[in-house]
């Protein structure tokens, strides 16, 4: 591994991409630690990469809020300043891991940092941009902060992709079908991640069931729902990840806002199922909410 990137110390490899590699870096001038993405044209059509990179820094450079990356810098370098050999782009550290290698140990930990990953998300549907490619490594978790990360394929709400763009476990149809994406399409990517999270299983998408079958269509009824994979997860909790899923847009939650409101219920609902009977741990709720409490264990 080169000790030197532009100017900065590389300390360690954090994590690789498609097309990119990421270091933990040292800036000699400031002591300043950051995560540095860096990507190599090795072929002409790694440009890709390069362009998806720059739509990131245009992006998170913008970003304020706790749950999501931000970008500081991009630098590219050319020949004779014309053909694009490599870029780095220099961003915010996170002492964290991806989701993937350090999965949640219980429900109310998986609920904690969906939410919070929601609110990032939630953040960038206000600004007019979706994230078309939330899964488990693209949210980093460590000592109590959630980020989302990886905005390389992020656009503005209503764009039509070029091409099929998106992870297949987590893809929402209408990226599949290149329909316009919107705020419901990282509702979809996300619930997808929660499925993954609560039964350690992924859900069928359009595109996995398009390449392992000869039928080209997915029906939400015909998927377990994550209380039947495991009966651990409330009835409140698996229904919002099913409405998550669904194949069409019209029947998901109408906006991350209200995502974020069924899981801080559903986190009730396990704060409730593990408190004592003599703990008064709902004291502050209404006995309208907690008769929906009662109804969605």
């Not at 590389?10 to 933990?24: C, D, F, H, K, P």
């Not at 044209?41 to 999501?68: C, G, T, W, Y």
């Not at 109590?144 to 394929?153: N, T």
Request: charged fraction near 25%.
């Amino acid at each position: 591994m080169a000790q030197k990137l532009l100017h900065y110390d590389v300390l360690e490899r954090l994590g690789q991409g498609a097309g990119s590699v990421i270091y933990r870096v040292l800036d000699p001038t400031t002591g300043q630690y950051y995560a540095l993405k860096h990507v190599v044209r090795n072929e002409p059509k790694d440009i890709r990469f390069v362009e998806q990179m720059e739509a990131e820094f245009a992006l998170s450079r913008q970003f304020v809020h706790p749950n999501l990356r931000r970008s500081y810098d991009l630098k590219i370098n050319r020949t004779m300043l014309v053909k694009v050999t490599e870029a780095f782009l220099l961003m915010e550290l996170v002492d964290g891991r991806p989701l993937d290698e350090q999965p949640p140990t219980d429900l109310v930990q998986t609920v904690d940092i969906f939410i919070k990953a929601a609110q990032g998300l939630q953040a960038m549907h206000s600004m007019g941009y979706v994230h078309c490619d939330i899964k488990p490594n693209n949210i980093l978790v460590g000592n109590g902060l959630v980020k989302v990360i990886d905005f390389g394929q992020s656009c503005q709400i209503g764009t039509v992709k070029e091409r099929i763009q998106g992870t297949p476990d987590y893809i929402a149809p209408e990226q599949v079908k290149r329909k316009p994406v919107s705020h419901k399409t990282d509702i979809y990517n996300l619930g997808a991640t929660l499925y993954w999270a609560t039964t350690g299983r992924n859900s069928p998408t359009l595109y996995t069931v398009q390449q392992s079958s000869s039928h080209s269509f997915l029906v939400d009824t015909e998927i377990p729902t994550p209380r039947q994979l495991n009966p651990n997860v409330p009835l409140a909790l698996s229904n919002l990840i099913m409405e998550c899923i669904a194949n069409r847009p019209e029947k998901r939650p109408a906006g991350m806002d209200q995502v974020i409101q069924r899981l801080e219920l559903s986190r009730l609902v396990l704060l409730k199922q593990m408190a004592p009977p003599d703990q008064p741990v709902m004291e502050q709720l209404s006995e309208e909410e907690l008769k929906e409490l009662d109804e969605n264990r």
